[in-house]
């Protein structure tokens, strides 16, 4: 696919944030059945697929995009990006870190799975530069685990996080689950309890969604899957906001809790609708309002990068009200919400005079709080939060 940027993305949007580095790797040990992410199941990664990864970088940071910009983060994720080793990956970091401009201290983040990594392996990433890493422990259960298809065990848990301390991580994110097949809100407490022994900075705590294609979306149209009852799962949201509360850790967003100071970074750009780079098979891109995708599959992608062709599959310029709506609706993902001041020197648009009645009604049902200072989610509208959003896309 042949695409040609607008002249428009060269020049920054009013407001507009720095942008973020994002690389996709798209491989795993195996693969969950609740996962509808872009990744495939490989004992060997490609080493192709990494110098694909680097002829992007090459290309990307020498446009004019990029060049008039100074990146805030980067992020590697999968897949399970430590399916690679310590040297590669520290290459790609390195790489990336010389080649685009960053501000003074980015926040690099590289996404693992526990049983993936050593201390070694993450000595070698942190020499590189990297100062987050993202831990996909799930649960503190190996009966929850086998049920989710996770190919790791509580014990190498235990180890991975152990490692990294060892290798001098101060900044970790565990991501949990909660809503999993035979779980209940005791099970959940324990894992809660047993993640808040390793003092994390972050936890990402998410409610199991079943996606299309899944192979659990295939065990609940045959009735073979048993979720918990809806009030259950509400249980386990109510005890999580209170347990992580009481161990310091601040909710910020709707699925995500950090100690002061160690909110993702990446993240907020993202639920900011700020700028970002992807690159990889699958990766998605937003310059300025400029909406791009790249072919899903690793080995078309690799095929097309090793041809000098560039691995677009999807591209499309968002109007300014497309992009409002957007970032009114990850704003409000954020505790603080979105600051009314801010989309109207960004868009020239506000809440109030584009919603309307729409927004009235949200309020008069209290499920928003309009202010001088924004728009946000109020107690009552966290938890149905999607319903809300539905309205305001």
């Known amino acids: ?170 900044n970790i994110n565990l991501d949990l689950m909660y809503g999993l097949p035979g779980q209940n809100a005791a099970a959940w407490r324990d894992t809660l309890a047993r993640a808040l022994d390793y003092d994390p900075e972050h936890l990402a705590c998410y409610e199991l969604t079943i996606e299309d294609g899944t192979p659990f979306a295939g065990l609940v149209e045959k009735g073979e899957l048993a979720l918990p009852a809806e009030e259950e799962a509400l249980a386990m949201g109510d005890l999580t906001h209170d347990l992580l509360a009481r161990a310091g850790l601040a909710r910020y967003e709707i699925s995500n809790y950090a100690a002061p100071g160690r909110e993702c970074r990446h993240n907020l750009n993202y639920w900011r609708n700020g700028a970002y780079l992807g690159l990889g098979a699958g990766a998605v891109s937003c310059l ?35 992009r409002f709506r957007e970032s009114v609706v990850m704003g409000l993902r954020m505790l603080g919400g979105v600051s009314c001041a801010q989309l109207c020197r960004q868009f020239g648009l506000t809440p109030t005079g584009y919603y309307g009645n729409i927004l009235e009604d949200l309020q008069q049902q209290g499920l928003v709080v309009v202010s001088d200072e924004g728009l946000r989610l109020t107690e009552d509208g966290l938890p149905v939060a999607n319903q809300v959003l539905a309205r305001l896309v």
């Not at 490609?46 to 805030?72: K, M, N, V």
């Not at 400029?290 to 072919?295: E, L, N, Q, W, Y």
């Not at 599959?313 to 009200?321: D, R, V, Y």
């Open 288 to 322: 300025s309002g400029f909406r791009f995708g790249t072919v899903k599959d690793p080995e078309a992608f690799t095929g097309l990068v090793q041809a000098g062709k560039l691995p677009f599959a999807e591209a499309e310029c968002l109007p300014l009200a497309a």
């Open 1 to 170: 696919m042949t695409v040609t940027i607008p002249p428009s993305v060269f020049t920054p949007v009013t407001g507009e944030e720095p942008p973020s580095l994002y690389l996709h790797i798209p491989f795993c040990k195996s693969r969950c059945a609740y996962c509808s992410f872009n990744s495939y199941a490989c004992q060997s990664p490609p080493a192709a697929y990494l110098a694909a990864l680097a002829d992007q970088i090459r290309y990307w940071s020498g446009h004019a995009w990029c060049r008039e910009r100074t990146f805030a983060t980067l992020f590697i994720g999968g897949g399970t990006p430590t399916i690679y080793s310590g040297s590669e990956l520290a290459g790609l970091v390195r790489q990336c870190l010389e080649s685009f401009n960053f501000s003074k201290d980015p926040e690099i983040t590289v996404e693992a799975n526990p049983n993936t990594v050593s201390v070694q392996l993450l000595t070698a990433l942190r020499r590189a530069g990297v100062n987050r890493l993202s831990l996909g422990v799930q649960a503190f259960s190996d009966r929850l685990l086998a049920g989710l298809g996770r190919s790791h065990t509580v014990a190498e848990a235990d180890l991975a996080i152990k490692a990294a301390r060892r290798a001098g991580f101060a």
